[in-house]
């Protein structure tokens, strides 16, 4: 197996991610996915291509679908597992590679992150939030566990993998010509669309 740059990386390349397929192969997730990001791609107009950093299975991709049908959607993953289930899906481009090691070919009108950034290694958060917006053409959208300060947690008893900071704000710092569109909280116990808990920040490039 190929190994990564950081042990975040080799993590979910390995059997955890394999475990993480496991856990969230489930249709009432896609259910939960078309009614967060109708909520978000309410506030988008001409978006013709998105690109997600991390799909796993692709079950926020297939939300996606669902919404806009005629959508250019391409894919980065880590997981050799996770990406048999990516071919599945039609007119999915597909990326199996880190995030890290992620090369910019062309740019994409709506980038995005869903429980990705939360995992990638502290140090390398300047670097991916680099590929984020060079990858953008004008929107980019966080979907992550929010903490004013950083702080790590323990993940499902293994620690240094799961790391909870205000990514959106990290990125508005970063760059002066992004501008907060919209953000909201899904909470876990919601009665039809519930959420694993997270907040999302949609951000506009300026011109």
């Not at 988008?44 to 079950?59: P, Q």
């Not at 959508?71 to 993953?77: A, D, G, H, P, Y």
């Not at 990705?116 to 953008?136: A, R």
Request: charged content about 25%; aromatic content about 14%.
């Amino acid at each position: 197996m190929h190994t990564h740059k950081t042990e975040q990386e080799n993590f979910w390349a390995g059997d955890f991610g394999k475990d993480y397929i496991q856990r969230n192969n489930d249709k009432k997730i896609i259910a939960s996915n078309i009614s967060l990001f109708s909520k978000i791609l309410k506030h988008t107009n001409n978006v013709n291509s998105i690109m997600e950093f991390g799909s796993n299975i692709g079950l926020n991709l297939l939300a996606i679908q669902q919404l806009l049908p005629d959508i250019n959607l391409s894919s980065i993953e880590i997981n050799s597992d996770a990406i048999e289930y990516l071919k599945k899906i039609e007119n999915l481009n597909i990326y199996h590679t880190s995030i890290l090691e992620f090369t910019v070919d062309r740019k994409r009108d709506f980038v995005f992150t869903k429980g990705v950034l939360i995992h990638i290694n502290p140090e390398e958060l300047q670097k991916t939030y680099e590929i984020l917006y060079e990858t953008s053409n004008r929107y980019i959208c966080v979907c992550e566990y929010y903490n004013p300060t950083p702080v790590g947690i323990d993940y499902r008893g293994v620690k240094d993998k799961l790391f909870k900071r205000d990514f959106a704000g990290e990125l508005l710092e970063k760059y002066s010509d992004l501008k907060l569109l919209d953000y909201g909280f899904v909470y876990k116990k919601d009665y039809n669309f519930p959420q694993d808990d997270v907040t999302w920040f949609l951000m506009e490039k300026g011109n």
